[in-house]
């Protein structure tokens, strides 16, 4: 995996990231969509942390990123187990 400045990534940067961090990790998992990461954000799962030099795109920590997924995860495990 290359390095990357995880402070301030885009919506698609962060999900790019998590998706091969979690390939490395696992036999390559569902993939976070840059969609996903802004309907997080717009649900108060995810805060957007500055904007990117395009000047429109909001930027994320990853490890938040990471968070909010495995949040969701667990909110999904919770109604399937119900």
Request: without cysteine; proline residues 2%.
């Amino acid at each position: 995996m290359d390095p990357v400045d995880t402070d301030h990534l885009t919506a698609a940067q962060a999900a790019a990231h998590a998706d091969r961090a979690r390939q490395a990790l696992s036999a390559g998992a569902a993939r976070v969509k840059p969609a996903t990461i802004r309907q997080w954000a717009s649900r108060g799962h995810l805060t957007a942390t500055g904007i990117a030099a395009d000047g429109r795109s909001r930027t994320y920590r990853l490890a938040d990123v990471a968070r909010a997924e495995l949040a969701t995860r667990a909110r999904a495990l919770q109604h399937v187990s119900t």
